[in-house]
C-alpha cells in the first residue's frame, strides 16, 4: 500500500496560517485513482475528518467538514505526489494532531476514517488564541 510522510505542522496564533503537506509514496500502481484525506485528532477526542479529495483525470472532487468550510483548502500536486492542506483563519479549536490518509480508488463523499488504509505519522497543529 501506500507510505505518507506529513510535515508542515507548528505553532501558530488565532488567524494565522499553515500549509500541511503530505508526500505519498509507494503508491498504487494508478496513482492517478486514489482517494486522499487530511483528518484530525485532539486530545480525548475521536479522528475526525477535516477534507477529502479524488482525482481521476477529470474534475477533481474535494469535500470538506462543515467546521473548516472557507478556511481550509484541500490540494494535490500529482508530478510531486504531494497533498497540501492549506490552513487560514486557524482557530484554537483547530489545534491537533493533523494526519494524511489514502485508499485506492474511489472511497465517496464521507470522511470517514475507517474507508482509508493507509495513514501517515502526523504533525502537530497547535493554536494559541
Known amino acids: 500500500g501506500a507510505q505518507l510522510m506529513e510535515s508542515g505542522g507548528g505553532s501558530v496564533q488565532a488567524g494565522g496560517s499553515l500549509k500541511l503537506s503530505c508526500v505519498v509514496s509507494r503508491e498504487p500502481s494508478n496513482y492517478r485513482t486514489i482517494s486522499l484525506a487530511w483528518f484530525r485528532q485532539a486530545p480525548g477526542k475521536e479522528r475526525e475528518g477535516v477534507a477529502s479529495?479524488?482525482?481521476?483525470?477529470?474534475?477533481?472532487?474535494?469535500f470538506y467538514a462543515d467546521s473548516v468550510k472557507g478556511r481550509f483548502t484541500i490540494s494535490q500536486d500529482e508530478s510531486k505526489k504531494t497533498l497540501y492542506l492549506q490552513m487560514n483563519n486557524l482557530k484554537p479549536e483547530d489545534t491537533a494532531m493533523y494526519y494524511c490518509?489514502?485508499?485506492?480508488?474511489?472511497?465517496?463523499?464521507?470522511?470517514?476514517?475507517?474507508?482509508?488504509?493507509?495513514w501517515g505519522q502526523g504533525t502537530q497543529v497547535t493554536v494559541s488564541s
Open positions: 479529495l479524488y482525482s481521476d483525470d477529470g474534475d477533481g472532487k474535494t
Open positions: 490518509a489514502a485508499e485506492p480508488g474511489w472511497v465517496g463523499g464521507a470522511i470517514r476514517s475507517n474507508l482509508y488504509r493507509s
